[in-house]
């Protein structure tokens, strides 16, 4: 089975780490976990809000440079710095993801996220088999 590799695209934060911001293997998209970065590679203070919307668009923007769409998402983790942040980004998740096309999810506090952010997202995608992957 063939890889793809993504490790740049539009919208995209330019890395200096040594990651792909997605991996495809057949039908599934595998997004790596992603900050309130901006294009330049710069991490980005604010609200937990601000900085899920960020690190959302950052997700999206891989499943793009994937050839996958947001409608294609299903599964999502979400790493908080504290997790009596999750209301404020339910209310986020919420907006992005209408009821009954909601991911499957896992949310949790960890001990330290990268930059000292608030939040970290990871996304896992699949289309249909027999849909073709370029």
């Known amino acids: 089975m063939t890889l793809k590799f993504i490790e740049t695209g539009e919208g995209l934060p330019k890395w200096s780490n040594p990651i792909s911001h997605a991996v495809v293997v057949g039908n599934l998209c595998f997004v790596s976990g992603q900050l309130s970065v901006n294009e330049a590679g710069e991490y980005v203070k604010g609200s937990v809000t601000e900085e899920a ?73 699949a289309k249909e088999s027999g849909s073709a992957i370029n």
């Open 53 to 125: 919307q960020r690190a959302f668009n950052s997700v999206f923007a891989a499943l793009k440079a994937a050839g996958f769409e947001k409608r294609h998402i299903a599964y999502i983790d979400i790493a908080f710095a504290d997790l009596n942040d999750l209301n404020e980004v339910n209310a986020l998740y919420m907006a992005l993801f209408p009821e009954g096309k909601r991911p499957a999810r896992t949310v949790y506090e960890a001990a330290r996220l990268p930059f000292d952010g608030k939040v970290k997202i990871v996304a896992t995608a």
